[in-house]
Antibody, heavy 115, light 110 residues
Framework: EVKLIESGGGPVQPGGSLRLSCAASGFSFSGSPMSWVRQAPGQGLEWISYISTTGRTIQYADSVRGRCTISRDNDDKSLYLQLDSLRVDDTAVYFC????????WGPGTMVTVSS | QSALTQPPSASGSPGQSVTISCTGTSSDIGSFSYISWYQQVPGKAPKLILFEVNVRPSGVPDRFSGSKSGNTASLTVSGLRPEDEADYYCVSYAGTTNPSIFGTGTKVTV
């Protein structure tokens, strides 16, 4: 069974930083491209970043480019998202997603940016 | 990476059917059959209900069906039940540089 567990969310002040983690199990993590998707309160799903199996291909949405760094550790079966220069509109639930013909989702971790 | 367009809301009475459209372009929906649909209730992660246009995962009732024509995919929920009330999102593959394009989401009210 595919299992993805996010952690690292919490309250943070504008301008601050957070590092989100995602622990993966139940599938070939090193063989799976991964993404982060977020959902602001009451809003739709927003893809924000993608990383290929080896980490050689990385993509970011315009909304986070320059403030966000995705990475992975295939030995540890972990996905990461470093969020810097956080803004109030970054407040959202952040989901770790396994890419494929279907998407597998973690339960999400809440990031609240507020002064 | 533009979002796929869905109607903001749809509704029906119990037992009726509702169809949700998902409109993309010739670069995504029009070119690939890797279209999936997800159901999301408040506070939960999205749940897969259809993949590859019209394939239901195990456990998803056959009241859920999908189709595609040109640049538009559709989800039909037949025999609406109160538990179908949720947000629904389509997702399309659009190539290696755009592995997932999300729909804007549709709130279904029963």
């Amino acid at each position: 069974e595919v299992k993805l567990i996010e952690s690292g969310g919490g309250p943070v002040q504008p301008g601050g930083s957070l590092r989100l983690s995602c622990a993966a199990s139940g599938f070939s993590f090193s063989g799976s491209p991964m993404s982060w998707v977020r959902q602001a309160p009451g809003q739709g799903l927003e893809w924000i970043s993608y990383i290929s199996t080896t980490g050689r291909t990385i993509q970011y949405a315009d909304s986070v480019r320059g403030r966000c760094t995705i990475s992975r550790d295939n030995d540890d079966k972990s996905l990461y998202l470093q969020l810097d220069s956080l803004r109030v509109d970054d407040t959202a639930v952040y989901f770790c997603v396994r890419q494929g013909s279907v998407l597998h989702w973690g339960p999400g971790t809440m990031v609240t940016v507020s002064s | 990476q533009s979002a796929l367009t869905q109607p903001p809301s749809a509704s029906g009475s119990p037992g009726q059917s509702v169809t949700i459209s998902c409109t993309g372009t010739s670069s995504d929906i029009g070119s690939f059959s890797y279209i999936s649909w997800y159901q999301q209730v408040p506070g939960k992660a999205p749940k897969l209900i259809l993949f590859e246009v019209n394939v239901r995962p195990s456990g998803v009732p056959d009241r859920f069906s999908g189709s595609k024509s040109g640049n538009t995919a559709s989800l039909t929920v037949s025999g609406l039940r109160p538990e179908d009330e949720a947000d629904y999102y389509c997702v399309s593959y659009a190539g290696t540089t755009n592995p997932s394009i999300f729909g804007t989401g549709t709130k279904v009210t029963v």
